[in-house]
Every structure is written in C-alpha cells, then in structure tokens.
C-alpha cells in the first residue's frame, strides 16, 4: 500500500534550538499533507494543513512562527519547531491522501524530546 | 458535543473473543470512515475504509457502517495478542478534502 516516511523517528535538542522533521509520500504524489500533535493516551490533534506550493493553513492556537511548514514538492513537507521548548515535546505525525479514493495514509511519527 | 464520540476504554478482553469497537457521529455529511490501530509510540496505521452506509469485510476485520444511525463499528474476530493496540475511528465528508475528524481512541487489550 501507499507508504508516508518520516524522519527522524526520535529527535532530543536542547532548549532554544530549531529541529526539522520530515514527511515524504515515497510511492505516490501528495498535494495535501497534515501535520497532527499526540499527547500521552491522547487522539491526534491537527496543527496544519500543508499545501504543495502554498503557505500552510494553520488549526486555531497553533503558532505558525514556531512551526514552521514547508511543503516545497508533491512528495515532501516538513515541520520545523524553532526555538524549541521542553513543552514542546511529543509525538508529531504527518498524513498524506493516498493515490486511491480518499485513503489516508500516516508517517509513523516523530518523537521529539526537548531538554 | 464532540461530533465524533468514541468510548477511550480501555477493553480488554481474552485471546479468541469478538471485539466489537463504536463509534458515534454528529455531522450528517460524514461521507468516508476509516479505522485505524495504533501500537503504542507507532503512527497509525489504516485498517479499513468504507463509503457511505454498508459492511466491509477483511480478514478478521469487519466494518460496519450505519448512517441512518450515525453509528461506525469494527469487530474484530478471533482476537490474538499481537490486536493490542488503540483503535482510532475517523470520518470525513465530501467537501472536506483529507481532512479527518477523530474519535478519541478505544485502548484495546488482548489477553493470552
């Protein structure tokens, strides 16, 4: 089936730096990709909507300054949190609409620790 | 009012049992509905898709979708360990693109 790769899968930066997370649609073109937030024991909480060629559209209470989306081909969008805090830290996933029907494909998440 | 509700659990049940897993909807427009499991630090992973009202079978995996009721299930047959895991219902309508609305998670253990 249709494949969404992130990366890194665990990240840990110091306090105050920016770190970059990847999602790539390996076997099919995705002109929409979604950047979610989990909690512990929690459901997925959606921060932004990425748009090939296009600034993202960012969910109420999300800071587009400090997350930063590039979505800069049809295969690849990345989220960039600057200036990094220990609040921060969770588990951040992308999804991406497969190539069949209105499937919804998930990365497999990126844990980032901030210290 | 969410407007998808979804019991958190957690279930949790013995090896070999039937699970049956629900979910409840407000938005009358809700068109696809999807089930996903989720490992524990895993991304979720798509177990089933269905349009509009209707079964759909897969294995071990059935979904079930009751639109006059605004009301999703997946039943999960001959349960095994290895379906320990969160189950996330989403649903979308046609005018939404790929945007999915959640329920909150059913927590699901399968006990050998």
């Known amino acids: 089936g249709a494949v969404v790769s992130q990366h890194p899968s665990r990240v840990i930066c110091k306090s105050g730096t920016s770190v970059k997370i990847e999602c790539r649609s390996l076997?099919?073109?995705?002109?929409?990709m979604f950047w979610y937030r989990q909690f512990p024991k929690q459901s997925l909480m959606l921060m932004a909507t990425s748009n090939e060629g296009s600034k993202a559209t960012y969910e109420q209470g999300v800071e587009k300054d400090k997350f930063l989306i590039n979505h800069a081909s049809l295969t690849l969008s990345t989220l960039t949190v600057t200036s990094a805090h220990p609040e921060d830290s969770s588990f951040y996933i992308c999804?991406?609409?497969?190539?069949?029907?209105?499937?919804?494909?998930f990365g497999e998440g990126s844990w980032l620790t901030v210290v | 009012q969410k407007e998808v509700e979804q019991d958190p659990g957690p279930l949790s049940v013995p090896e070999g049992a039937i699970v049956s897993l629900n979910c409840t909807y407000s938005n009358s427009a809700f068109q696809y509905f999807m089930w996903y499991r989720q490992y524990s630090r895993k991304g979720p992973e798509l177990l089933m898709y269905t349009y509009s009202s209707g079964n759909k079978e897969d294995g071990r995996f059935t979904a079930q979708v009751d639109k006059s009721s605004k009301y999703i299930s997946l039943f999960i047959r001959d349960s095994q360990p290895s379906d320990s895991a969160t189950y996330l219902c989403a649903m979308k309508a046609e005018t939404s693109g790929s945007r999915l609305t959640f329920g909150e998670g059913t927590q699901l253990t399968v006990n050998p």
């Open positions: 076997d099919f073109q995705a002109t929409t």
């Open positions: 999804s991406a609409s497969g190539p069949v029907g209105n499937t919804i494909y």
